[in-house]
């Protein structure tokens, strides 16, 4: 027996020490899973930069910059120099009495406005006279009461 008992404990160990060995192999492969996720992710993550960081793309992206300055400089100066013009041109218009405060209330959307509400007020006075005229002429006529009941 003591044969046989010895035998069973060395299956029990061979058991036992496959078990863990498949365990260890298991364990070892899930970390290499992580480790190889990871790595794809950094090299994703490095290629991206790389592209992002390319000089030839950067070095376009530059000059691309630099025209856009160019463009909105050269727009600027036009505002400027037509704004001087307008600048002028009403210093000129004020100096010549031609562009008083007067004349520029008299083009604005104020004076619009009041000369508008001006015409309102006048075209319901009218109206208000019209109307009280006509509830005069109607209350001053005698009612046919003979067509009414009939």
């Given amino acids: 027996m ?22 260890e192999k298991l364990k070892q492969r899930k970390q290499r899973m992580e480790f190889q996720d990871q790595l794809e992710d950094l090299m994703t993550k490095h290629k991206n930069l790389a592209e992002f960081y390319n000089p030839k793309r ?28 307008l600048e002028e041109t009403e210093i000129r218009l004020r100096e010549q009495g ?21 015409e309102l007020q006048a075209a319901e006075e009218k109206l208000m006279k019209f109307l009280g005229a006509m509830y005069s ?10 067509t009414i009941f009939s």
């Fill in 98 to 118: 031609i562009l008083t405060p007067e004349k520029f209330f008299l083009h604005s959307e104020e004076a619009a406005c009041t000369v508008l509400k001006a």
């Fill in 137 to 146: 002429e109607m209350r001053s006529r005698p009612i046919l009461q003979s």
């Fill in 58 to 85: 950067l070095e376009e992206e530059i000059l691309h910059m630099e025209e856009q300055k160019k463009e909105l400089k050269q727009e600027e100066k036009e505002k400027l120099l037509k704004l001087k013009e």
């Fill in 2 to 23: 003591p044969q046989r008992e010895q035998s069973e404990e060395y299956k029990k160990r061979t058991t036992n020490l496959s078990t863990q060995i498949l365990e």
